[in-house]
């Protein structure tokens, strides 16, 4: 069993970078069932501007932030969100200040380069975990660096393997909507763990997405919405997204990691004029 302190590190790592999902776009869609349109719009999530979010934890709200899409010269897109928080720790020993997080991709949805920074609050041994990581000849290399006041530690991780012609789908992706949704519809996700893939013997593990009509709470109102449960067989559901039924609308996110839970909670849209 690690220390408590190694296991609140990587309930911060799993936070900061929101896990790293991808899925295949050639599987074998008649055993995984065929995904939905996860390689988005990129142009209408730039024309989204900034997307205002709430964040959760046991009903109580901890922190608020923002998420946006922002396109790059060479025709990539770069996926950002940033939040703050004031009441918001991990297993009562590492407490949150502020996370930020980007995922580059290609007009395709093709993962390329991640990044993240997670800031923690009047924290003894660490002041902030950096993480990075771009895809090179089919592999990502993990850059994780610890920073307490001026001392960096840098923590070696083993390069892994992402699928091949992988596009990014990650639950707590903050996107704007989710199209082509369907009652009953189910897919396969391999799941990449930067940390289990340190260890020899340890194989990728698998997520099922499956989904579901049902209703959300959203604004004191019952929204219908579609709900995406994502589980490794046999285990319990690991994270949620809420898509509003008739437009797409992302409106929540759930998340559940080493006993720490999340929610993602869209905050109300502006009124149209």
């Known amino acids: 069993m690690p220390p408590r302190w190694l296991t609140a590190l990587i309930v911060a790592f799993w936070l900061g970078t929101t896990g790293w999902l991808v899925y295949r776009e050639v599987a074998d869609r008649v055993h995984s069932g065929e995904p939905p349109r996860f390689a988005i719009d990129l142009t209408d999530e730039v024309s989204a501007n900034t997307i205002a979010w709430n964040v959760l934890q046991k009903g109580e709200r901890v922190g608020m932030g923002r998420s946006w899409v922002r396109r790059r010269p060479d025709r990539t897109f770069e996926l950002r969100s940033e939040f703050r928080f004031h009441e918001f720790s991990v297993l009562n020993v590492l407490k949150f200040r502020k996370m930020t997080s980007m995922y580059r991709v290609d007009a395709d949805g093709h993962f390329?380069?991640?990044?993240?920074?997670?800031?923690?609050?009047?924290n003894p041994v660490f002041d902030m975990?950096?993480?990075?990581?771009?895809?090179?000849?089919?592999?990502?290399?993990?850059?994780?660096?610890?920073?307490?006041?001026?001392?960096?530690?840098?923590?070696?991780?083993?390069?892994?393997k992402v699928p091949e012609r992988g596009s990014v789908l990650n639950p707590m992706h903050l996107v704007n909507k989710i199209h082509d949704l369907y009652d009953g519809q189910t897919w396969?996700?391999?799941?990449?763990?930067?940390?289990?893939?340190?260890?020899?013997?340890?194989?990728?593990?698998?997520?099922k997405a499956e989904v579901s009509r049902d209703r959300l709470v959203w604004q004191n109102q019952a929204t219908p919405c579609f709900r995406i449960d994502y589980r490794e067989p046999g285990k319990k559901v690991t994270a949620r997204t809420w898509v509003r039924s008739n437009d797409g609308l992302v409106l929540q996110?759930?998340?559940a990691h080493e006993g720490q839970e999340i929610i993602l909670q869209r905050e109300k849209l502006p009124e149209s004029k």
């Open 188 to 207: 396969h996700i391999p799941l990449l763990d930067p940390f289990g893939a340190q260890f020899p013997g340890q194989s990728m593990h698998e997520l």
């Open 129 to 160: 975990l950096e993480v990075a990581g771009e895809l090179r000849d089919g592999f990502v290399t993990p850059r994780v660096k610890c920073h307490s006041g001026r001392n960096v530690i840098d923590m070696p991780f083993k390069k892994f």
């Open 112 to 122: 390329q380069a991640l990044a993240a920074e997670v800031y923690f609050e009047n």
């Open 253 to 255: 996110q759930e998340a």
